[in-house]
């Protein structure tokens, strides 16, 4: 079945620094990826969508200079947290269409200290 | 606007027990695909069900049935028989038809079953 493959699992980095966090399909061409947020014990979150080799769209709220979404190739779509901040710790997962479905990387588990 | 209502928090049982997980869905569209979605602690979305709109026919998967009523725009979940791995949370989600680029999930709040031995 259509495997996207989401690393790192988990990052614990610097107040500051950037932390990018890769989403890659690995058996189908995903032209479009989710991209979400989901807090301790919350829902999973838009953030935004990416489509590859065009601006991502933002969820209403979501600082696009904050997370920058990066989709250049039909296989590999990127999520950077620049500065982050310990407000940022979060687990975020990325999503793609696929058939009549959608295919969920396993989730990167950010904390800021 | 889509909306997807998971009313139930948290639900505990006793292994064994059945146990049932409401979902109920806003949308305008005449055409959607309900789904649902487990996750354990991990934290890994597992895929469970998709249904059509079209398609109210309930359906069983093991231990796991559902059931979909277009007219009170629901879509519930049954664990027969429940388990200690069955702990975990639950999502219910929709989405348009068709699934073209673009069209996203709209996720319920979640339910967090725990099954105690």
């Known amino acids: 079945g259509a495997v996207v493959s989401q690393h790192p699992s988990w990052v614990i980095c610097k107040s500051g620094t950037s932390v990018k966090i890769e989403c890659r399909s690995l058996d189908f061409q995903a032209t479009t990826m989710f991209w979400y947020r989901q807090f301790p014990k919350q829902s999973l979150m838009l953030m935004a969508t990416?489509?590859?080799?065009?601006?991502?769209?933002?969820e209403q709220g979501v600082e696009k200079d904050k997370f920058l979404i990066n989709h250049a190739s039909l296989t590999l779509s990127t999520l950077t947290v620049t500065s982050a901040h310990p407000e940022d710790s979060s687990f975020y997962i990325c999503?793609?269409?696929?058939?009549?479905?959608?295919?969920f990387g396993s989730g990167t588990r950010l904390t800021v200290v | 606007a889509q909306k997807v209502t998971q009313a139930q928090t948290e639900i505990s049982v006793v292994e064994k027990e059945d146990v049932t997980l409401d979902c109920v869905y806003e949308?305008?569209?005449?055409?959607?695909?309900l789904f649902w979605y487990k996750q354990p602690p991990s934290g890994e979305l597992v895929f469970l069900i998709r249904r059509n709109s079209f398609d109210e026919q309930n359906e069983i998967s093991g231990r796991y049935s559902w059931n979909f009523q277009k007219s009170t725009s629901s879509f519930n979940f049954t664990i027969t028989a429940s388990q200690v791995v069955d702990s975990a949370v639950y999502f219910c989600?929709?989405?348009?038809?068709?699934?073209?680029?673009?069209?996203?999930?709209?996720f319920g709040a979640g339910t967090i079953l725990r099954v105690k031995s």
């Open positions: 999503s793609s269409r696929r058939d009549y479905g959608y295919t």
């Open positions: 949308t305008r569209d005449t055409t959607y695909y």
């Open positions: 990416s489509n590859e080799g065009s601006k991502a769209t933002y």
């Open positions: 989600a929709l989405s348009e038809v068709p699934l073209i680029v673009g069209n996203k999930l709209v």
